[in-house]
């Protein structure tokens, strides 16, 4: 398991930098196993998901060394993410059914094969063998991800749901957004018609013949959804809400780096009263968490909290939970007027922030969010597909 502090964080950047240009676009797609074979990946991701790391100063890292045409394919990744967000920002309600679908299935009758398949006991060497690297490590390579989705929806037949609910369980780097279409796109449903089918030589072929499993479907026709709403307009504004007197900081696992956050905004909070950081992971599904992911989350924070200082130079608070009280309670005990949060993007956090709103309404507290220019800069070219996004990466690194 990766560290889960910003000082490794940025030390596992520092190691990745000089292999981020071609060697990583020629190797990446390869998935060799555990240990040291990981070395054509950048292991970044679970930072990048907590913003331990920020897009901005990995991909600065990465240009600082090469060229954006010798790092481009890794540049792609970082702003893939980017453009999950922003596409499902302007869809929430792509979202929401998801979370109300995963609810219903878990709570109904299971389908059959699911159990097995959540044990790794399917009879596919390569899906079983996933699994078990998936529940105890947290992480899949990403070309993994794709295979183990399609026999997931196309082999076993089983909902996409409920495999987009294991793998947002199990992933240190389970972000709402990127693991969500990533399970819709594969299924067919993301880019209407157009699914991903994993075939036994693909696999063998990026295995380096670790796995050459039979049986796998020969066909991958789309699922069928009822449409959605139009697009929902972004918030056109970076800050949200009107900044008190006595303003205290209160940041979330969806962005755990103060420092950045505020440099964007001289002058905004003026003195930090004071500062609190809280998370709740088992947010992300209705059957919890891994003790992995438990415990990542956990450890981030208390590393966001000592790293986080308010005026007179006191580390944030971890409060116990993330619950409204708890938060108001934080609130009533510093008395403070106002409290700014990072802008969390659609997904459990951002849930979680809608019902805390009206709670310090309730006491006359006002709330404020701020959104990083990474976002707002990006997240407004992410209304199509990502190829059109594509298109603006190098117009976005130059501006970013």
Excluded: C
């Excluded at 066909?219 to 800050?239: G, K």
């Excluded at 590393?303 to 993330?322: I, N, P």
């Amino acid at each position: 398991m990766p560290i889960p502090t910003r000082a490794a964080g940025l030390d596992a950047l520092d190691d990745f930098v000089p292999r981020a240009g071609r060697a990583y676009a020629r190797d990446r797609n390869l998935d060799l196993g555990l240990g040291p074979s990981r070395s054509n990946v950048s292991g970044l991701s679970p930072y990048l998901r907590h913003r331990l790391l920020t897009e901005q100063e990995v991909v600065g890292a990465v240009l600082d060394e090469h060229t954006l045409g010798a790092a481009e394919k890794f540049v792609q990744e970082v702003f893939w993410r980017t453009y999950w967000k922003g596409w499902l920002e302007q869809n929430p309600e792509v979202w929401r059914r998801y979370r109300l679908e995963v609810l219903d299935l878990l709570a109904g009758e299971l389908p059959a094969g699911y159990e097995a398949a959540v044990a790794g006991r399917t009879g596919i060497d390569a899906m079983d063998a996933w699994v078990r690297e998936l529940v105890d490590t947290g992480y899949l390579h990403n070309h993994t991800r794709m295979w183990f989705a399609s026999i997931w929806v196309f082999t076993l037949g089983l909902p996409w749901q409920l495999g987009a609910d294991f793998f947002y369980r199990h992933l240190l780097d389970g972000d709402a957004a990127s693991n969500t279409l990533s399970w819709r796109w594969v299924a067919g449903l993301q880019t209407k018609g157009k699914t991903y089918l994993a075939t036994a030589s693909n696999i063998s072929r990026f295995t380096d013949g670790r796995f050459s499993p039979s049986g796998l479907a020969t066909t991958a026709r789309a699922l069928d959804e009822e449409p959605f709403p139009s697009r929902t307009p972004l918030e056109p504004d970076d800050v949200a809400g009107v900044v008190g007197d006595r303003a205290g900081l209160l940041l979330h696992e969806e962005d755990l780096e103060a420092t950045s956050l505020l440099a964007e905004q001289p002058g905004l909070l003026g003195d930090v009263a004071a500062a609190a950081v809280a998370a709740d992971p088992g947010d992300r599904s209705p059957a919890g968490v891994s003790d992995a992911v438990a415990y990542f989350t956990s450890a981030a924070l208390e590393d966001a909290a000592e790293r986080t200082r308010d005026a007179s130079g006191r580390a944030a608070q971890v409060l116990t939970d993330a619950e409204p009280d708890s938060v108001v309670s934080w609130v009533l005990a510093e008395g403070l007027d106002t409290v700014v949060v990072p802008y969390a993007p659609i997904g459990p956090v951002h849930e979680r922030l809608a019902t805390l709103r009206p709670a310090l309404a309730s006491e006359g507290i006002a709330f404020v969010t701020v959104r990083r220019r990474w976002d707002s800069v990006a997240w407004p070219h992410a209304s199509r597909g990502f190829f059109p996004f594509r298109e603006k990466i190098p117009a976005l690194v130059r501006q970013l």
